[in-house]
């Protein structure tokens, strides 16, 4: 213990003399002062008058943003490829084998850098953007699709739509205790979304329509208006699903053949299809060797989410770096990195872990 802090004291006194010669003052003051750093991609209001720590604050939100969507449909991916993975189809077995193999021995760095500059630099000049459909485009500079704009009533209509949800979930939750006393099956979920759908449409009509959408319009040399996703965001996303996914599909077969033969056996003695099974004998079961491993697949979707400073993308790790090349408080805002990196991922580990000890299999 006399050893480690004695070279702790070291290091931190060595520290303490090179920011002092070099002038930088040590703190989180300059957190305060005004940025003068200009951001493109932006979940809240920002302008470079505002100060350092709004900022990086505008660094994280983007990050949790881009993680959050890319564990959500990297998850979705990985369970279907994972499937496909254990299929008697051989085409599509080993479809889904190549794509494993192949994403997951490329460095991700490198398929971000193959979208950014291969794949979505191919596409046409806004002046010549593919049009989708009425109002929404792609181009190099990137997605283009109609925004939302809340009218009068809008207030009315969410609380008659938060009211239809709640009305939806106790439906669903009676539908499960419905057939654990009777044994007969009431479709619960399609039920539920179809109150929801039904009692929010008539909320939407009752209230006037209280939701319109501005459409982007090609102007100058670019799209006006509308809701815009740019090729950073689109490439890091992208990269980050496709790269995950491979991952959590083999996850996802691994924990599908730990599942007992005589499970998938007694199934199908008593003629249940095989998208039943698959639904509600194989995949329920695979999930006690899935989840722990695909806890670790999403800690590291986090971490390789810094990687966005390679294609220009404004997450923290972006933003802070250019900070630390304005002022030099290279320590603070390392430690601002790790404290953050550490936060987001032990919420995911505390719910995941949470998760995995619901579906562990209990012995009577």
């Not at 496909?84 to 077995?93: D, G, I, K, P, Q």
């Not at 039904?198 to 939407?204: D, K, P, Q, T, V």
């Not at 329509?209 to 799209?223: A, R």
């Not at 007694?266 to 249940?272: D, I, K, M």
């Amino acid at each position: 213990m006399v050893v480690v802090i004695a070279i702790l004291y070291v290091l931190f006194s060595n520290t303490q003399e090179n920011l002092a010669i070099r002038g930088i003052e040590s703190g989180f003051a300059f957190l305060g002062h005004e940025a003068g750093l200009p951001i493109g991609d932006s979940l809240i209001d920002y302008s470079p008058t505002r100060s350092y720590g709004y900022a990086f604050l505008v660094g994280i939100l983007n990050t949790l943003f881009v993680s959050v969507l890319a564990i959500v449909f990297s998850t979705l991916l990985g369970i279907v490829i994972g499937v496909a993975r254990v299929s008697r189809n051989w085409l599509l077995a080993r479809g889904a084998a190549i794509y494993v193999e192949t994403l997951r021995n490329l460095p991700l760095l490198l398929t971000l850098f193959f979208i950014y500059t291969v794949v979505l630099a191919a596409l046409p000049h806004p002046r010549d953007a593919i049009a989708l459909s009425d109002g929404v485009f792609l181009s190099k500079r990137g997605f283009y699709l109609p925004r939302p704009v809340a009218e009068d009533g809008i207030g009315l209509f969410l609380g008659a739509s938060a009211v239809a949800l709640v009305l939806a979930v106790m439906f669903w939750r009676w539908a499960r205790s419905y057939k654990v006393r009777t044994g007969r099956s009431v479709s619960g979920l399609r039920g539920a979304l179809a109150i929801f759908l039904a009692l929010s449409g008539l909320a939407f009509l009752a209230s006037g329509q209280p939701l319109t959408s501005e459409l982007p319009v090609y102007q100058g040399f670019n799209f006006k208006g509308g809701l815009s996703i740019k090729p950073e965001f689109a490439s890091l996303l992208i990269g980050l699903v496709l790269y995950t996914a491979a991952y959590v599909a083999e996850n996802v077969r691994s924990g599908i053949q730990s599942v007992h033969a005589g499970q998938i056996e007694a199934a199908n003695a008593l003629g249940v299809s095989s998208g039943v099974v698959t639904r509600m004998v194989l995949l329920p079961q695979a999930l006690r060797v899935t989840i722990p491993a695909t806890t670790n697949d999403y800690a590291s979707l986090v971490k390789n989410s810094s990687l966005a400073v390679a294609i220009g993308y404004p997450d923290m790790v972006s933003v802070g770096g250019t900070i630390i090349g304005q002022n030099g408080q290279a320590i603070e805002i390392i430690a601002m990195w790790m404290a953050v990196y550490l936060t987001i991922n032990l919420i995911i580990s505390l719910g995941m872990n949470m998760l995995n000890a619901r579906v562990q299999l209990v012995e009577r």
